[in-house]
Nanobody, 124 residues
């Protein structure tokens, strides 16, 4: 059964950096669109970043643009979310998601596979 597992979360001070990993099992990430989402208690899940199935298009939420970078490494079946200059408002549970989307040139509205999430807390 294909599945995703995130790692790399933790406690970081404001201004710090973290890299989240999303390891795919029983699946490669070739032609998969990948999305990163986050959620805090009491709020709806928010899309943070995504990369299209063809790997040519990346999108970022306005609040993270310029600070976060999404990477898909199909050889390692791993996607990454590199985060720098972290802010307290970046705190939340971060989820990766994937959808097989060959040739897809945009990020899809829905994803098939989801990881269990990893917690990031940005606090001094």
């Amino acid at each position: 059964q294909p599945h995703l597992v995130e790692s790399g979360g933790g406690l970081v001070q404001p201004g710090g950096s973290l890299t989240l990993s999303c390891v795919a099992s029983e699946m490669t990430l070739d032609y998969y669109a990948i999305g990163w989402f986050r959620q805090v208690p009491g709020k709806e899940r928010e899309g943070v970043s995504c990369i299209s199935g063809d790997g040519e298009t990346t999108n970022y939420a306005g609040s993270v643009r310029g600070r976060f970078t999404i990477i898909r490494d199909s050889d390692k079946s791993t996607a990454y979310l590199k985060m720098r200059n972290l802010k307290p408002e970046d705190t939340g549970v971060y989820y990766c998601a994937a959808l097989l989307h060959p040739g897809g040139q945009t990020c899809p509205p829905e994803y098939e596979y989801w990881g269990p999430g990893t917690q990031i807390t940005v606090s001094s």
